[in-house]
């Protein structure tokens, strides 16, 4: 995973000028639905929960950053006072391309990285009974609209991937997203 974070930032950094080191933090927070497909020996099954995230980063230019997330995928009640949840941690590079003046109005963006995916079983609302973890690449797009330099407002869609101990995790989530910069 080490080498992984290197590397984009490495990315990341290759791609500034000396113009651009000025750049902004920003926060994100995202709701929205994710279809989560479970595949095991043959079998396939589906299903829908509400999402959430959050998360934040730099943009180095206004088109090119890095971010960080941690979110909750999927959670389903089993009974007995215990919960399945699907919880993504992740960090990857993001882009964009504003199509206002100074880098404003709509716009289109991408997002790849590394997230690992942690499936737990809690009881008692706190206590973690069972986890288990799987770490691969993610991607997204989205367009959004940027009412100023400092918020903005997009519509998301990212694909995330698991394979806990021969169960095959897909999830596509769609969400909606605001974000502030600094």
Not at 42 to 64: C, H, K, L, M, Q
Request: proline residues 1%; glycine residues 14%; without cysteine.
């Amino acid at each position: 995973m080490k080498k992984y974070v290197t590397l984009a930032a490495a990315i990341a950094l290759a791609t500034l000028s000396t113009d651009a080191m000025a750049g902004h933090a920003f926060v994100r927070a995202e709701l929205g639905s994710s279809d989560t497909e479970v595949r095991y020996d043959g079998f396939r099954g589906s299903e829908s929960d509400t999402s959430g995230a959050v998360g934040g980063g730099y943009w180095f230019t206004p088109n090119i950053g890095v971010e960080g997330h941690i979110g909750s995928l999927y959670n389903k009640d089993l009974g007995y006072d215990q919960e399945l949840d699907l919880v993504s941690i992740g960090v990857g590079l993001v882009a964009k391309k504003n199509f206002g003046v100074d880098n404003t109005g709509f716009f289109i963006g991408a997002r790849a990285g590394i997230a690992r995916l942690t499936a737990q079983v809690r009881e008692d609302t706190f206590d973690v009974v069972d986890d288990e973890s799987s770490t691969k690449p993610y991607y997204g797009v989205n367009v959004g609209y940027d009412f100023n330099r400092r918020w903005g407002l997009s519509l998301n869609y990212d694909r995330r991937q698991g394979d806990f101990s021969g169960v095959d995790v897909d999830v596509d989530t769609i969400s909606v997203g605001g974000e502030f910069r600094f």
